[in-house]
T-cell receptor, first 111, second 111 residues
């Protein structure tokens, strides 16, 4: 079935430390994996995405890795800042353009 | 360039009523997807519109219907509202379907 599992559900880090969020998808046909950041009272904001023909992608302090064999993908945030505090969602694309989302990770960065 | 806009921002209805939510996509985007996000959960795909046709549908009852206009804007209609329909309704637009950008959402409360 269509399923995306996301861990951990909450993550607390000290400012300057790294944060890692992991997701697993079920359908090997999925080929597109976006990550969204959602702040309180706002809609999800796309922060980075990766396609299945690429193993890793980096954008400044944010990176995403993809292991197609294991059907795992992860978000890495380095040098975390208080403004990184938010809920992060991973997603996988199924059947053309339907996104299936994980359950979210609440990240708290303490100064 | 304006992003995805949605109206209204908040809405209160009673059980059994009907509601219409509206979405204007980003400039140049021709595909609109609708998602329902319950409190503390990830967005759930409702359906997607492209060229004024429903292209794909998630696991939602027929009470949920939509429309896309020639200018690519879209409406989501929900009939016979239930308490469980209370949620944040998100619209996402994309240039052809893949990379989806979300609006701020409409928060619906059903009493």
């Amino acid at each position: 079935g269509e399923n995306v599992e996301q861990h951990p559900s909450t993550l607390s880090v000290q400012e300057g430390d790294s944060a890692v969020i992991k997701c697993t998808y079920s359908d090997s046909a999925s080929n597109y994996f976006p990550w969204y950041k959602q702040e309180l009272g706002k809609g999800p904001q796309l922060i980075i995405d990766i396609r299945s023909n690429v193993g890793e992608k980096k954008d400044q302090r944010i990176a995403v890795t993809l292991n197609k064999t294991a059907k795992h993908f992860s978000l890495h945030i380095t040098e975390t800042q208080p403004e990184d505090s938010a809920v992060y969602f991973c997603a996988a694309r199924y059947n053309t353009d339907k996104l299936i989302f994980g359950t979210g990770t609440r990240l708290q960065v303490f100064p | 360039d304006a992003g995805v806009t949605q109206s209204p921002t908040h809405l209160i209805k009673t059980r059994g009523q009907q509601v219409t939510l509206r979405c204007s996509p980003k400039s140049g985007h021709d595909t609109v997807s609708w998602y329902q996000q319950a409190l503390g959960q990830g967005p759930q795909f409702i359906f997607q519109y492209y060229e004024e046709e429903e292209r794909q549908r998630g696991n939602f009852p027929d009470r949920f219907s939509g429309h896309q206009f020639p200018n690519y804007s879209s409406e989501l209609n929900v009939n016979a509202l239930l308490l469980g329909d209370s949620a944040l309704y998100l619209c996402a637009s994309s240039p052809g379907g893949e990379t989806q950008y979300f609006g701020p959402g409409t928060r619906l409360l059903v009493l």
